[in-house]
């Protein structure tokens, strides 16, 4: 006795490769779901872990740390940049204080990205960085350890005074959480200082000529009255 065979038309054919790219689909995404919270976990990790031995040499540029994905925070920085005196010459040591919450991560440079001057010993858990060539020029985090107000930066005026200064500094409190420009007050150049009081005294005598011509000018009448 013969066998039939059994005969298929297009559309079953194209209803059954549809059903096997769905039933594929399905599994496709429930794998990708499974594998998501991994993922997820490992980026927060990854990002965790930029840098944690300091800040790239770029970061002078911009003050930003390079965490990928990772934007400053847009709040107001709960941190302040004191130093301990408001004017500063040629080769003197101001310190600066970064107060505020403990933090990790930070990176402190003098007169934003022109790194002029330099740093003396880092305080612990810390690190110098180069900025525009200056070995010195900057200071960062040499690990994630937690740093508070008790960690002094002690900032060394270049030779040459030309303008005045300040400091910038970036704070990372985790590395995710950071905020950039926080600026101190500006420091004066004592040394501009005195060239301004002596313009100062400059001009001074010059207002006071016309006066000066004219008491000479009548003493030299009174005497040949």
């Keep these: 006795m013969r066998g039939t065979r059994s005969t298929q038309t297009p559309e079953a ?4 490769t549809k059903g096997c790219f769905r039933l594929l689909l399905v599994e496709l995404r429930h794998s990708l779901m499974e594998m998501l919270p991994g993922l997820i976990v490992l980026q927060l990790l990854y990002l965790a872990d930029c840098y944690p031995n ?4 770029g970061a002078c540029e911009d003050m930003l740390p390079r965490h990928v994905g990772v934007l400053p925070q847009p709040s107001r920085a709960p941190y302040a940049l004191p130093t301990n005196m408001r004017t500063y010459q040629p080769g003197v040591h101001v ?8 933090y990790r991560g930070v990176l402190v440079t003098g007169a934003s990205t022109n790194a002029l001057g330099g740093w003396m010993l880092p305080p ?7 900025c525009s060539g200056n070995a010195q020029g900057a200071v960062s985090h040499a690990n994630t350890n937690l740093k508070g107000n008790s960690s002094v930066y002690t900032w060394v005026a270049p030779d040459t005074v030309l303008s005045p200064d300040y400091f910038m500094a970036t704070v990372a409190q985790p590395r995710t959480v950071y905020w950039i420009n926080v600026r101190s007050t500006t420091l004066s150049s004592e040394k501009l200082s005195g060239i301004g009081l002596a313009t100062d005294a400059s001009a ?3 207002d006071q000529k016309p006066f ?8 030299l009448l009174q005497s040949l009255a």
């Design 204 to 206: 001074g005598m010059a």
């Design 212 to 219: 000066l011509l004219f008491l000479i000018c009548f003493l």
């Design 13 to 16: 054919f194209q209803m059954k």
């Design 124 to 130: 612990p858990d810390t690190t110098f960085l180069q």
């Design 54 to 57: 300091g800040a790239p040499t």
């Design 95 to 102: 310190t600066v204080t970064i107060v505020g919450p403990d």
